[in-house]
């Protein structure tokens, strides 16, 4: 089971797909932190995104920066030209910075880098007459070191929007 994430990434190497209808997105993206996300599509349908976020609260923040492969595919036809289905995968890594304080429960952490592997797993829509993309995904993720004594979590997805370029 420890795996299962990263079997689920890997597997999008063989399905055939279909091309996006833009070349490069960015905007914002809200998962548990808040950020900004540039996604390009490249060898259609092949794609990577870069998300850059920052979390943070009075005794603690955390910045992150990942990079994900990302392959669109295209499973509903009678859907429309405008959603797209993606699944992919990719590093990230994790910088902590928290106040060491004794009621802080992430205090065993305290100035710890982690790497990470996530897997993604989403669907967004191009809005037919406006350079606007919304997209839902849901990202299990395997921390290499552990965080917080787990290795694997499922509790990660997002919501992002985008300004298309085509």
Known sequence: MKYLALVV??????????????KTAIGFRYE?????SVKHIFLKPNAIELVAARRSSPTWNWTRVGLHYIRHCHFFDSWGENLRWYYGGGPNYYRMRIDPSPDNVYSEIVGKS????????????????VPILIGADWSPVYFFEGYRGEDLSFNYGSIS??????
């Not at 890997?10 to 209808?21: D, E, K, P, R, T």
């Open 161 to 166: 929007i985008r300004y298309i370029f085509r």
């Open 32 to 36: 548990q932190d808040f950020g900004v």
């Open 9 to 22: 990434c890997l597997l999008g190497i063989s399905i055939s797909s279909y091309a996006q209808n833009y």
């Open 114 to 129: 982690l790497w990470s592997f996530s897997g993604v797993l989403g669907s967004e829509f191009a809005l037919p007459k």
